[in-house]
C-alpha cells in the first residue's frame, strides 16, 4: 500500500516539474490521478460517456492551469475541484439539476465506482449493493455530493468544505442527513 504522505510528496515534486514546463511530468500525474478522476465523475454524473468526457477535460483545463496551481491542497483535491465545476457547469447548460440517473440499470457498478469492503456498497450482498446506489443517486444534490467526496473519495471535512465551497459545519450536517437518510430508506436503525 502506497503512503499518502509519500505520495503527496511525490505529487509536489511532479508538480514541480511540470510547472517548469515538462509535459512528460504533467503525463505522469494524468496517469497517476485518472482512474480517481474518472471514477469521481462517474459517481456524480452516472455516465461512463460523461464522466469520461469530463475528466478529459478537467485534465486539459489543469495543463492550462498548472500555474496557477498554488499547493495550498492537494493535487488531487484540485483536480477534483475542476472535475466537479465542469460537473455544475454541464448541468447547467442542460437545465437538469439531477446529475445522477435515477435508473438502476444505468448505475455504475461496484468495480466503476471503485468500492471496496469497508466503503458503502462494498460488502454487500449484490442486491443490497444495488438498493444502496440507488438510494446515494435519489440523495438531495448537496447530500450525494458530501458523501461522496467524504466516504468515496475519503477527503477530510476541510477538503470537501474547501471543494463546496461551504463551512466545515455544513459538510458535517450534510453527511449527518445524508446517512441518516440512507439509514433509515435502507432499514438499517443504527
Not at 516539474?17 to 469521481?40: I, K
Not at 465542469?86 to 447547467?92: C, G, I, K, T
Amino acid at each position: 500500500m502506497t503512503d499518502p504522505a509519500r505520495m503527496n510528496e511525490n505529487d509536489e515534486y511532479w508538480v514541480a516539474r511540470a510547472q517548469a514546463g515538462d509535459s512528460e511530468a504533467f503525463e505522469h500525474l494524468v496517469r497517476r490521478h485518472q482512474r480517481g478522476v474518472y471514477a469521481f465523475c462517474r459517481r456524480l454524473t452516472g455516465s461512463h460517456d460523461e464522466a469520461d468526457d469530463i475528466a478529459q477535460e478537467a485534465f486539459v483545463r489543469a495543463y492550462r492551469s498548472m500555474d496557477r496551481f498554488r499547493g495550498e491542497s492537494r493535487f488531487g483535491t484540485w483536480l477534483r475541484q475542476i472535475a466537479l465545476n465542469l460537473v455544475r457547469s454541464r448541468a447547467r447548460r442542460k437545465r437538469r439539476f439531477p446529475l445522477v440517473s435515477l435508473d438502476p440499470d444505468t448505475l455504475p457498478s461496484d468495480a466503476a465506482t471503485g468500492t471496496a469492503p469497508g466503503q458503502p456498497g462494498g460488502d454487500l450482498d449484490p442486491l443490497r449493493s444495488r438498493l444502496l446506489r440507488a438510494t446515494v443517486c435519489e440523495l438531495p444534490e448537496k447530500q450525494r455530493r458530501t458523501l461522496v467526496l467524504k466516504i468515496y473519495e475519503e477527503m477530510t471535512h476541510a477538503e470537501v468544505a474547501r471543494l463546496m465551497g461551504c463551512t466545515i459545519g455544513t459538510v458535517k450536517a450534510n453527511l449527518f442527513h445524508a446517512l441518516r437518510r440512507l439509514r433509515r430508506q435502507l432499514g438499517d436503525r443504527r
